[in-house]
């Protein structure tokens, strides 16, 4: 019998034809996204959006944070798990991804409980008062210590903080790093070294860490 070669290309098929497919709506908005702004690969996507979907509705939190929302489909993934009541802040830095944002949290009917801030997230990160039960970091990666800084004292004890691009597409291991893939280093390294979390870092997608505040 001939060995079966399993490439990556394979198992990423076989993971996508076993999981829940995304809705009509955020179908429609990763189409929209991919023709109508220079950076599509930045949207979260299926397999990302439903693990964010999984965790909101596993945590059931009632204030959500989000920091770097691009077109707005890991808000809406996010926002599927909130308690009645609760609310989900996001932050986009690019002033030009506010109308797609608006159109389809609207489309999603959770334009009551999002509240969108546009602008630099260190200008806005001060001024949100928490508590939040869950965070979603996904911005500049260069700024991820001093995000991180920030919204630390906002998070519930008990709560997750969820950093995406941990890996930096490999980056973080190269022997001569960038300066974003240094920055990126620097923030996993701060996180191993805080005993006031938890944290597990899951080697999907391009890198995901999980961080429970004790």
Same mark, same amino acid.
């Given at each position: 019998m001939k @060995?079966?070669?399993l490439t990556p290309d394979k198992v990423k098929d076989y993971i996508e034809e076993h999981s829940t497919p995304p809705g009509e709506l955020l179908h429609q908005l990763e189409r929209y996204t991919f023709l109508n702004t220079l950076s599509p690969?930045? /949207?979260?996507? @299926?397999?990302? =959006?439903q693990l964010l979907k999984m965790f909101s509705?596993? /945590?059931?939190?009632?204030?959500?944070?989000?920091? =770097?929302?691009?077109? $707005?489909?890991? %808000? /809406?993934?996010?926002?599927? $798990? /909130?308690?009645? =009541?609760g609310t989900l802040d996001t932050i986009e830095a690019n002033p030009e991804m506010e109308s797609i944002i608006l159109k389809y949290v609207k489309q999603a009917s959770i334009q009551n409980i999002v509240n969108l801030h546009i602008g630099d997230a260190?200008?806005?990160?001060?001024?949100? %008062? $928490?508590?939040?039960?869950?965070v979603f970091l996904d911005a500049n990666k260069e700024q991820y210590c001093d995000y991180y800084d920030i919204i630390f004292p906002k998070v519930k004890s008990g709560g997750f903080i969820l950093a995406d691009n941990v890996l930096w597409y490999g980056r973080v291991l190269a022997e001569k790093m960038r300066r974003d893939a240094e920055e990126v280093d620097r923030f996993n390294k701060k996180i191993q070294a805080d005993d006031r979390v938890e944290n597990l870092m899951l080697p999907i997608i391009d890198g995901i860490s999980i961080i429970r505040k004790k």
């Open positions: @060995n079966f070669q690969v930045m /949207i979260s996507g @299926n397999f990302q =959006g509705q596993m /945590i059931r939190p009632e204030r959500v944070l989000e920091v =770097g929302t691009f077109t $707005g489909y890991s %808000a /809406i993934c996010l926002a599927a $798990g /909130i308690k009645e =009541g260190l200008d806005i990160l001060p001024g949100l %008062a $928490g508590p939040y039960d869950l």
